[in-house]
């Protein structure tokens, strides 16, 4: 075993089998590849940024323990692009940019999110772009975030892309004849924008030389299904292939961003059966071949390979808020000879269903960021700071704690019964939240207190 730095953190980066050391982390990472020399895996060896936006909320809130942790900037709006006064913005792209050069850091991870029609199947993220306004997306929103990133002065930046959050697995179960689907996702499988949209950023960012995109492949409770599996990997191969330079523009794939799913289930195997009837078949894993997202993220891609993809892609899951510890967490294994309470008395995963995606009470911080923590996984990363909004439990007008006019969704409404797409289920969300991206100190607290491993 090796350690490496992510932010000022030590992390173990697996090397043999046979031995392990821990050494003192670099002051900083030597320099990457020069630009069009990419490495295998731009985590490892890196010293990746730390927001300090994000790194000052949390010291402000007791989390002076995770504050040197790297995090994901989110470039959701053009605003986010340059931050201008009143935007709600604190800092821009290549304020971030040289941020990270003057820190010495080596790597940079950014979230493109703002694809026409964005978030077809929820409100709280609703993008600023219509439907139809792929031009928009290319010329106001991809064209300069490409400019400004394919600065010299970046060139020994690994700059990572987590390239559109939920818009291509909502193609797949959210339209057409399935119980889930909405209009709003049928009009972007019919316009082809979601398509049109990636295959234009990951052609733009891959042109640079020194970025790595990473496609958004949802989590083990969404697309986990045989019905969603094949078919997803397949969509993404399709739209990858169109991209200018193929396959070769995509460094891998991340799982569970802004999710809850636990990384692993210690004690819910989906092997397991209770009086001869698998766990499958129980309400909570529901027939899904996964109840975790490590298994899900290694099989996928298996299967994102078989599909067309590189042998060396790498994975990437979000563990920000999947540790899911404190007092509610099951120790052993269920000895219930009843189906569902087996199932519910074993998983970690405490959620009331696996459908709930919303500042999810009883979270907790999960597994620190790391590189290369098991096979095919190119890092545990926190993509969605903790602390940070997934929605607002009820409706906020626009002005100054929405100055972006984000949607309201019920699924962030701690009083909701839920839909078709939780299983009619309580939303299970913490109540009094503000819009997304906004700092939500009551939930950053939970999830410091739930944290596992623990702080």
Known sequence: ?????????MVTVAATPSSASTVPAPEAAPPVAAPNARVDNPYSGAKVYVNPDWADKAKADGGSKIANQPTGVWLDTIDSIEAPEGSGYETSLAGHLDNAVAGGYTAIQFVIYNLPGRDCAALASNGELGPEEIDRYKTEYIDPIASIMGNSKYANLRIINIIEIDSLPNLITNTGSREQATPECDVMKANGNYVTGVQYALSKLYALGNTYNYIDAAHHG???????????????????????????????????????????????????SVGGTSVRESDWVDWNKYVDELSFAQAFRTKLVSSGFKSNIGMLIDTGRNGWGGSARPTKVSTSTDLNTYVDDSRIDRRIHAGNWCNQSGAGIGERPKAAPASGIDAYVWIKPPGESDGSSSLIPTGPDNPGGKGFDRMCDPTYEGNSRNGNSESGALPNSPVSGAWFSAQFKELMKNAYPAL
């Open 222 to 272: 969404w697309i986990g299904w045989d019905d969603n599996f094949g078919s997803s990997a397949e969509l993404f191969a399709s739209t990858a292939k169109g991209a200018t330079g193929g396959v070769e523009t995509v460094a891998g794939f991340i799982t569970n961003t802004a999710n809850y799913s636990a990384l692993q289930e210690p004690y819910l195997k989906i092997t397991a």
């Open 1 to 9: 075993m090796a350690t490496v730095a992510m932010g000022a953190a």
